[in-house]
């Protein structure tokens, strides 16, 4: 995207001429036809209204009309605060958000960590700023969950069970869960069966309805339906870096640099919780950090390890 995009749009020019008579025995004075008066050359054209604007996209977390309303309130949080002109991106069903990052159909995107690491292994993508969660840190955790009253107590005893994951692509709904079922000695094979669901919310349906014996959720959603009753926490993971806002790899340094910083003084408990949509329920409630493609290599090594990094 052109780092010199017009930001707002430009107020057309409009000349009115008057005739001023000089003698009170000029002739009176007459309508002027600006048209047929006018010289060419002192005639500027309108200059267009640019449609243009930084796209903002978002992997799927919630319920769908939850996820828009939540990136939509951050668009206009960052329009206000940046001076810039933004958008939401609303990715269609069957097509990936990856994909549109990378070939310029998106700016900007609210990205797990696996989709990050898979967008900057195909294109390049930068990390711009990572999420800070309930109690003040720039990390998350996966954690496994079982119904209320499921007899099953330790991670071990999921052998021969259903288990529910994320995305394929998700961090916390896959690939941390598949570490912590393979550090406690399980693969899939184990498993009775499993399955993949598009977000964290259809996976904590597939719990709490009974349809499957354990389900892989981001904490921030299992905390919260486990205060509520509805879940109980079978295991939580070791911490790893957050998911964050990753730029799309030909996005000019200025606007990225003028984003960054937006980002990191964004208050969503304090001055600017008004202005949010739920951001409680976000995976970053209490805003960003900057952040840097080093801080990921850990996870970038599982990833690869378990083939959802490209050769």
């Not at 017009?6 to 000029?26: I, Q």
């Not at 003040?136 to 052998?159: C, F, G």
Request: net charge negative; glycine share 6%.
């Amino acid at each position: 995207m052109n780092a010199l995009r017009p930001t707002f749009p430009l107020l057309s020019l409009v000349f009115v001429l008057f005739l001023v008579v000089a003698c009170s025995n000029d002739p009176p004075l007459r309508s002027v036809s600006l048209q047929q008066r006018l010289l060419a050359q002192e005639v500027y054209a309108p200059t267009p209204t640019p449609t243009t604007c930084w796209k903002l996209g978002f992997d799927r977390r919630l319920e769908p009309k939850e996820d828009v309303r939540q990136a939509a309130s951050l668009v206009r949080w960052l329009q206000r605060t940046t001076g810039l002109a933004w958008c939401i991106w609303i990715t269609p069903p069957g097509e990936a958000l990856i994909e549109q990052l990378c070939n310029g159909e998106v700016d900007f995107a609210i990205m797990g960590t696996v989709s990050y690491l898979q967008a900057h292994h195909r294109c390049g993508a930068q990390i711009v700023v990572r999420g800070v969660n309930s109690v003040n840190e720039d990390v998350y955790r996966a954690a496994i969950v079982v119904p209320v009253h499921s007899a099953i107590t330790t991670l071990s005893e999921l052998r021969g069970h259903s288990f529910a994951f994320g995305a394929p692509n998700s961090t916390q709904g896959h690939l941390i869960p598949r570490l912590m079922l393979q550090d406690a000695g399980l693969t899939l094979n184990d498993l009775r069966i499993f399955t993949f669901n598009e977000s964290h919310a259809a996976t904590a349906k597939a719990v709490t309805s009974g349809r499957y014996d354990a389900g892989a959720l981001q904490d921030t959603l299992a905390l919260n339906l486990a205060e509520r009753g509805l879940v109980r926490i079978l295991a939580l993971s070791d911490p790893y870096p957050s998911s964050g806002i990753v730029a799309a790899p030909d996005a000019p340094a200025q606007t990225i640099a003028l984003t960054q910083n937006a980002l990191v003084r964004l208050d969503p408990q304090g001055a600017d919780a008004a202005a949010l949509y739920h951001w409680e329920r976000s995976e970053m409630p209490r805003g960003f950090v900057r952040a840097e493609d080093a801080d990921y290599q850990a996870l970038r090594q599982l990833a690869a390890a378990v083939g959802l990094l490209e050769p």
